[in-house]
T-cell receptor, first 115, second 113 residues
């Protein structure tokens, strides 16, 4: 089975530009999570969806960040305008609720550098 | 707010030695997860501990969970260089995991020959 697929793997952009990160969860998984990883703050949950519906976006740092999940197999995380402090690795993860393990499966991450 | 604390955060050890990483969490939960991350890579699930007293072992790694003490341990036996990585524990908190996991800061483990 294919795992969680993220793109792009690396993105370098200039401050003020729009950035869009993409995620395809594992087929059959109905919850999707966006995490951000930095040295200073570790892994932070930004937002999660259940059955394509955003449930909790309290981790989204600012209004510059937005996320969508138009269908069960695709989600985007958008930053507009981007700032240097947004530089981080952004991970997407999915799980299938109802399974006893509750195990999260992570994508390879998108490393964002904002100059 | 759920807090997950790991210690130590950095650990340098020699091959062949034993060591334990500790994970404390602040909110009652009956499960705990351990992940491994290699530099520049994703998080790979190592252990899923689903009940009090759960113990799981794979190779030189053994994880255990004490839900009463809100403590999990990851024990490394006779360390080898290939185990060098960052290890994270994560707790689901009261949501049981459906609303995501809260991660510790990670333990950066270096195993030297």
């Amino acid at each position: 089975d294919a795992g969680v697929i993220q793109s792009p793997r690396h993105e370098v952009t200039e401050m003020g530009q729009e950035v869009t990160l993409r995620c395809k969860p594992i087929s059959g998984h109905n919850s999707l999570f966006w995490y951000r990883q930095t040295m200073m703050r570790g892994l932070e949950l930004l937002i999660y969806f259940n059955n394509n519906v955003p449930i909790d976006d309290s981790g989204m740092p600012e209004d510059r960040f937005s996320a969508k999940m138009p269908n069960a197999s695709f989600s985007t995380l958008k930053i507009q305008p981007s700032e240097p402090r947004d530089s981080a690795v952004y991970f997407c993860a999915s799980l299938r609720t109802g399974l006893s393990s509750g195990e999260l499966f992570f994508g390879e991450g998108s490393r964002l550098t904002v100059l | 707010e759920l807090k997950v604390e790991q210690n130590p955060l950095f650990l340098s050890m020699q091959e062949g030695k034993n060591y334990t990483i500790y994970c404390n969490y602040s909110t009652t939960s009956d499960r705990l997860y351990w992940y491994r991350q290699d530099p520049g890579k994703s998080l790979e699930s190592l252990f899923v501990l689903l009940s009090n007293g759960a113990v799981k072992q794979e190779g030189r790694l053994m994880a255990s969970l004490d839900t009463k003490a809100r403590l999990s341990t990851l024990h490394i036996t006779a360390a080898v260089h290939d185990l060098s990585a960052t290890y994270f524990c994560a707790s689901p908190g009261v949501g049981g995991g459906a609303d995501g996991l809260t991660f510790g800061k990670g333990t950066h483990l270096i195993i030297q020959p």
